[in-house]
């Protein structure tokens, strides 16, 4: 039966149009973005105090509530000279060639190939095994000869395009570039993660020299108060006021603060190593811009902290976790499309002859083409494991992503409850370091007028030094409380999506026309 070419034409059409709707279809779960579980209002929101957190739009630049200039330009410089962020910057590019690569599966791939070959029939034998040349004597002496060139070498020279292109039947090219996407937005979260730790990182550090440096400052006050507390016992002894033993306490104690100052001044030199080597310098290059003692900066007033429901939006450990859940998603309908036929549509055209002008003649050519159907019969449950296996790491990342919401929580909330007892804790010393200040006053007078013991005005000297030590460490600790609230809240990395930061090479920053994608 003859078939018409409309008729034929028409089934090739209809084929086409059904191998186009197959491969709009995706097996596997369809990702749906989860929704934590979160409180209306963070549990420890009842602080007192000048700070008392607020449930108010958290400030992406917090680092600037500080009001400390110098903070905010070493932040700056760290956000574009850090080493550790430079390289989770280069994992983005990573996973963004992986996405390319991806996407690469949904084209035909077409390749050239050209050969010279030099080959040897072999065709004389199983001529003459068959009787052949025993006829081509009887039939044709000529015939002979002509036998004979067939069985010469020949050079063959070809020239030809290979393509392929498997049809996507089942989805798992788009999962495949679903899965891309999202291990690409872990890559971006990865660089926020690290962005935010550098931020509190360069905020803690720098609090940790003006604090060092700040109870240097105190405590170099006491050391001069006990040097005249010294000087004014051995005149007293001089004058036969006072005895020697009063003298030798008196140096006991001024002896006993001088000891405590090496230990501020070793964390002087490490905080300013610190901060050198954050932005991407080596150890003592800020020495010259640092050095100069500063007070330690002041609490902000507002400390606003937002509200639990918008904490997995903020953190970046939270968002990452959410792209592996939907990554992990994805891999299940790489998997099942596993389990499905695979359809490729393949073809060749290329010239051949052993004559090389001849390539470019219309008879040298050569041609195939069709399609090639491959169905998965037995794989000893290789497959199936792979489908299970593909649930079972949904599923840990389904806990994986609860438990990082659950971590971000209660990171807030142990912030917040040391913030507002340190705050607590400040208010308390200084009080007492008030109170202790007028009893030094009053046993210091009566000493002079000799109305007390040397004793008496010895203790209330050691007491208040002890007690501003405490209260400038409780402040110190205050600010550090504040810095890890902060990170905590996940902010900071919001305005610094579109930086291009320069990339680095093994010697430091390359040119400054190379920048990192």
């Known amino acids: 039966m003859n078939v018409s070419p409309l008729f034929r034409h028409s089934r090739i059409a209809t084929l086409m149009v059904t191998l186009l709707a197959l491969s709009g279809c995706s097996v596997g779960p369809d990702y749906q973005a989860p929704k934590p579980v979160t409180p209306a209002a963070f549990n420890d929101m009842q602080g007192d105090g000048g700070s008392r957190p607020q449930a108010a739009q958290t400030n992406p630049r917090w680092w600037k509530s500080f009001r400390d200039p110098q903070l905010d330009s070493l932040i700056e410089r760290a956000i574009a000279g850090n080493i550790s962020l430079q390289q989770a910057v280069l994992r983005i590019a990573g996973s963004r060639q992986q996405l390319n690569q991806a996407r690469g599966a949904w084209f035909p791939s077409v390749n050239a190939n050209a050969s010279l070959n030099r080959e040897q029939l072999g065709l004389k034998g199983e001529l003459e095994s068959n009787g052949v040349y025993d006829q081509a004597d009887q039939l044709n002496p000529e015939a002979r000869s002509a036998l004979d060139g067939l069985n010469k070498p020949v050079t063959l020279y070809q020239g030809s395009f290979d393509a392929s292109w498997e049809i996507d039947l089942w989805g798992k090219v788009r999962r495949q570039v679903e899965m891309a996407k999202a291990q690409q937005q872990q890559s971006i979260e990865n660089r926020n993660d690290a962005l935010v730790s550098l931020e509190a990182e360069v905020a803690r550090t720098y609090l940790q020299l003006r604090g060092a440096q700040s109870i240097s400052q105190t405590l170099q006050s006491q050391i001069d108060v006990a040097q005249q507390t010294l000087e004014l016992t051995q005149s007293q002894q001089r004058n036969g006021l006072a005895p020697q033993m009063d003298v030798e306490n008196a140096r006991a104690q001024l002896n006993s603060l001088k000891a405590q100052l090496p230990q501020y001044q070793a964390q002087m030199r490490q905080a300013m190593n610190g901060l050198a080597v954050l932005i991407g310098?080596?150890?003592?290059?800020?020495?010259?811009?640092?050095?100069?003692?500063?007070?330690?900066?002041?609490?902000?007033?507002?400390?606003?902290?937002?509200i639990p429901s918008t904490l997995a939006r903020r953190r970046p450990d939270v968002r990452e976790a959410e792209a592996q859940l939907h990554a992990a998603t994805a891999n299940i309908g790489v998997s099942v499309a596993q389990l499905f036929p695979d359809l490729s549509l393949t073809g060749q055209f290329g010239m051949r002859n052993t004559d090389a002008s001849y390539l470019d003649n219309w008879s040298s050519n050569f041609y195939s083409f069709g399609p090639s159907l491959s169905i998965p019969i037995f794989q000893g449950g290789r497959l199936v494991s792979s489908v299970k296996l593909a649930r079972a790491e949904q599923a840990n990342a389904a806990l994986g992503y609860r438990q990082t919401v659950l971590t971000a929580l209660q990171d807030v909330e142990n912030a917040l409850v040391s913030y507002r007892t340190d705050q607590q804790q400040v208010e308390g010393l200084d009080q007492t370091v008030d109170a202790l200040q007028n009893a030094f006053n009053l046993a210091n007078d009566s000493y002079r007028q000799g109305l007390s013991t040397f004793i008496d005005a010895l203790d209330a000297q050691r007491q208040l030094a002890q007690a501003k030590q405490q209260a400038a460490s409780a402040r110190v600790q205050t600010s550090l409380d504040l810095v890890a609230l902060y990170k905590a809240l996940g902010g900071g990395w919001e305005l610094y999506q579109n930086v291009q930061l320069p990339n680095y090479s093994v010697f430091g920053p390359a040119g400054s026309g190379s920048k990192t994608p």
């Open 281 to 306: 310098k080596p150890p003592g290059a800020l020495d010259a811009e640092l050095i100069q003692p500063k007070t330690l900066p002041a609490l902000p007033q507002r400390v606003p902290v937002g």
